[in-house]
């Protein structure tokens, strides 16, 4: 489904003087996760986010659906999570991967450690892992918007222009108020189909 493209040749994400994006990641505090059965509240809060009338809104279903996918590891899982995120804090990137391999190993269907672990690869521009890692993500929650961000920003990172835009629409499909992905959207059709948008 994801072939790894080669990466002989890494071009950056953004022009020169200007930030390259950061990879999608959940807010730092994370609301409640709502109770209930967990597929009809994610198949609820992801058709609110298709029609959320503003960005705060959006922002706040955004920070309700990360809940419920972080709920679905566990409580073993969490408190593994939250040394990953001390871990990460401290810039033990190392430390912060053992971790969720060790989570992974415990609980493999915990999407949430595989697309933690994704975004760490690809701090590290470890974009073959990465890539591995968003595979199994996405083939366990293919609404995982911040995934096909990670994988458009990856696909462009390498020079795969067009698979990297195919990528962030269907970002932005799932989530049409998400932040920055819409102008690299537009920079990338600008590029690919020759033409303004």
């Known amino acids: 489904m994801l072939a790894v493209p080669s990466l002989a040749q890494t071009p950056e994400i953004a022009p020169p003087g200007i930030e390259p994006p950061r990879p999608v990641e959940p807010p730092a ?4 996760a709502p109770g209930g059965n967990a597929a ?18 959006a922002k706040y279903i955004e920070g309700r659906i990360w809940a ?10 969490a408190l593994l999570m939250g040394r990953v995120r001390a871990a990460t804090e401290g810039k033990d990137v190392d430390l912060a991967i053992k971790l969720l391999t060790a989570i992974i190993d415990i609980k493999p ?3 949430e450690a595989w697309n933690r672990r994704a975004t760490l690869y690809f701090h ?7 890539m591995a890692d968003l595979r199994v993500v996405l083939s366990r ?3 995982h918007f911040g995934a ?33 992905i819409p102008d690299l959207i537009k920079r990338l059709t600008e590029t690919v189909d020759g033409r303004k948008i």
């Open 148 to 180: 096909w961000a990670g994988l458009g920003m990856i696909l462009n990172d390498v020079g795969d222009e067009s698979r990297a835009l195919t990528a962030f629409r269907r970002a932005v499909d799932l989530y049409p108020r998400m932040e920055r």
């Open 109 to 111: 269907d915990y999407v």
């Open 141 to 143: 929650e293919p609404r």
């Open 124 to 130: 590290k521009r470890d974009y073959t892992s990465a």
């Open 68 to 77: 419920a996918w972080a709920a679905t590891g566990g409580d073993t899982a």
């Open 29 to 32: 505090d994370l609301p409640r």
């Open 40 to 57: 009809q509240n994610l198949d609820r809060l992801f058709a609110a986010l298709k029609v959320a009338p503003t960005a705060e809104s």
